[in-house]
């Protein structure tokens, strides 16, 4: 039972360029969700799903995109990188009956 | 509104007793969390308290909640150098898209 996993773990890209985060959890979740860190500004929301083939924006959602095309699966996409989407990208997931989040352990992005 | 504040920084001794705290403003919250995250690491769920409690203990964890204040503190009884981390709290609020709104996060330091 791995939880939630990440991929990849760091990247670094070039302004323009494009990339795909996968998330996966194996806990049969329903909701899934994308938050960035940056210092000083805790966690916050980029996009979320409440189940497959659902998905809606969250705080932060420009300049990103979603999608849950399989229930354990959760990918977020930026089609033009900017500098200000340099952060930390943790993933999550949540069941049904309860309320707490497991996390994954987070992507390292940079770009340039 | 959401809005979820802790100090930055909380400096102890081993063994000493640790309290980080927490104020929140939505009066509405439902949930209450308090999440650990490690240098490189995703955030760990330590607890979590239900709106209609004043208190919960597990272990060397104690959470009090006042209500009427929107203050929350996590107590950390003989802290030990494996405690140091950024602890992080997060509401839950209403019955709406799941999500937490989490503050900032307290650096915890504990020294030898």
């Known amino acids: 039972n791995a939880g939630v996993t990440q991929t990849p773990k760091f990247r670094v890209l070039k302004t323009g360029q494009s990339m795909t985060l996968l998330c996966a959890q194996d806990?049969?979740?329903?909701?899934m969700y994308w938050y960035r860190q940056d210092p000083g500004m805790g966690l916050r929301l980029i996009h979320y799903?409440?189940?497959?083939?659902?998905?809606a924006k969250g705080e932060v959602p420009d300049g990103y995109n979603v999608s849950r095309l399989k229930k354990q699966n959760f990918l977020l996409g930026l089609e033009s990188a900017a500098p200000s989407q340099t952060s930390v990208y943790f993933c999550?997931?949540?069941?049904?009956?309860?309320?707490?989040?497991?996390f994954g352990p987070g992507t390292r992005l940079t770009v340039t | 509104g959401e809005d979820v504040e802790q100090s930055l920084f909380l400096s102890v001794r081993e063994g000493d007793s640790s309290v980080i705290n927490c104020t929140y403003t939505d009066s509405s919250s439902t949930y209450l969390y308090w999440y650990k995250q490690e240098p490189g690491a995703g955030l760990q769920l330590l607890t979590y308290i239900f709106s209609n409690m004043d208190m919960k203990q597990d272990q060397r964890l104690t959470v009090l909640l006042n209500k009427k204040d929107k203050h929350l503190s996590l107590r950390i009884a003989d802290t030990q150098t494996g405690d140091s981390a950024i602890y992080f709290c997060?509401?839950?609020?209403?019955?709406?898209?799941?999500?937490?709104?989490f503050g900032s996060g307290t650096r915890l330091q504990v020294q030898p």
């Open positions: 997060a509401e839950k609020v209403g019955t709406g898209r799941r999500a937490l709104t």
């Open positions: 799903s409440v189940g497959e083939g659902t998905t």
């Open positions: 999550a997931s949540s069941g049904p009956a309860t309320y707490e989040q497991y």
């Open positions: 806990m049969n979740h329903e909701y």
